[in-house]
């Protein structure tokens, strides 16, 4: 056993009960990390790609999900007509798409 997992199993001499307190600490801030480091960032990219896919509209460049990149030639419901090379068009649904107008700010 490692001295980190070895320190924060151990209980305090005296039996108080402080070592399940520095584990609750320790378990919380592992939360904190994945939250604010991991979750928050990827929700927040997410909520801004499906906005900017609800904007969608002729022209626009895009990138789906298999990585192809194509320019908006026809807008439906829910799928989107897209030119990946001169005269040749595929139709994706809007949930495919990973990004609009890659390599723009």
């Given at each position: ?7 924060f ?6 039996g108080?009960?402080?070592g ?8 919380g ?12 960032p ?5 909520k ?6 609800s904007e969608?509209?002729?022209g ?17 419901e829910?799928?989107v ?5 001169s ?8 949930g495919?798409i ?8």
């Amino acid at each position: 056993m490692s001295f980190l997992t070895t320190f924060f199993l151990m209980a305090p001499p005296d039996g108080d009960g402080g070592g399940a307190m520095i584990n609750l600490i320790f378990l919380g801030a592992i939360f904190f990390v994945f939250y604010f480091f991991i979750i928050r960032p990827q929700s927040k990219r997410q909520k801004e790609v499906q906005k900017k896919v609800s904007e969608l509209k002729k022209g626009d460049k895009v990138v789906t999900g298999g990585g192809l990149i194509g320019i908006v030639n026809t807008i439906d419901e829910d799928t989107v007509l897209l030119e990946i090379d001169s005269g040749v068009k595929a139709r994706f649904q809007k949930g495919s798409i990973t990004d609009v107008n890659p390599g723009k700010s």
